[in-house]
């Protein structure tokens, strides 16, 4: 079994607080890539786009994901990482893809300020259509899908433990590997 699970998904379904959940429910690593690209840059995800537009910014993303190196961690990379193929292929080589899925409605009801929380519109694309683009490529790399029902982050935590211990379990795994 891969020792990580990488969260994908739009802005605002879950990544950070999903993966800090589940990465103390496992006794796992939490590694927020945008974290990771704003201390390797020195820069905040809003300035490194306006300084090196959106093909500049999804160059330094997909080098930073696809060089992550690490073991028993849960990984939230930016919802756009997906347009990059080498990172997807090198996440998918050392964890299991797991793809949080958010109906459009409420997305749209989550999200605040676009730019402030570094997310990439391509001139004249609303939310829709990044959501329209995106999902079918969240889908192309998942290993799992889990929608955020009524529930909340808390049911999803439990859901996908469950889904780590029954792959364990199936695997001839104990709790360490």
Not at 55 to 84: C, K, M, T, W
Not at 108 to 131: A, F, H, S
Not at 134 to 158: F, H, M, N, W
Request: charged share 25%; aromatic share 6%.
């Amino acid at each position: 079994m891969k020792s990580n699970i990488t969260l994908i998904g739009m802005p605002g379904s879950g990544k950070s607080t999903i993966g800090v959940l589940l990465a103390k429910r496992l006794g796992y690593s939490f590694v927020d890539v945008d974290i990771v690209i704003q201390e390797k840059t020195g820069k905040l995800l809003k300035e490194l786009i306006a300084r090196k537009g959106i093909a500049g910014f999804l160059q330094v993303e997909e080098q930073v994901n696809a060089g992550l190196d690490v073991r028993h961690s849960v990984i939230a990379p930016g919802g756009s990482v997906v347009y990059g193929n080498r990172a997807m292929t090198h996440l998918k080589a050392i964890s299991q893809v797991v793809y949080l899925k958010l109906s459009y409605e409420e997305l749209k009801r989550r999200l605040g300020d676009l730019t402030d929380r570094g997310v990439i519109l391509k001139p004249g694309m609303t939310l829709r259509d990044l959501y329209e683009e995106r999902c079918p490529l969240y889908e192309q790399y998942a290993d799992i899908t889990v929608s955020e029902g009524a529930g909340g982050p808390g049911a999803v935590v439990d859901e996908l433990r469950d889904i780590v211990e029954r792959t364990r379990e199936k695997e001839g795994l104990s709790g360490d590997y």
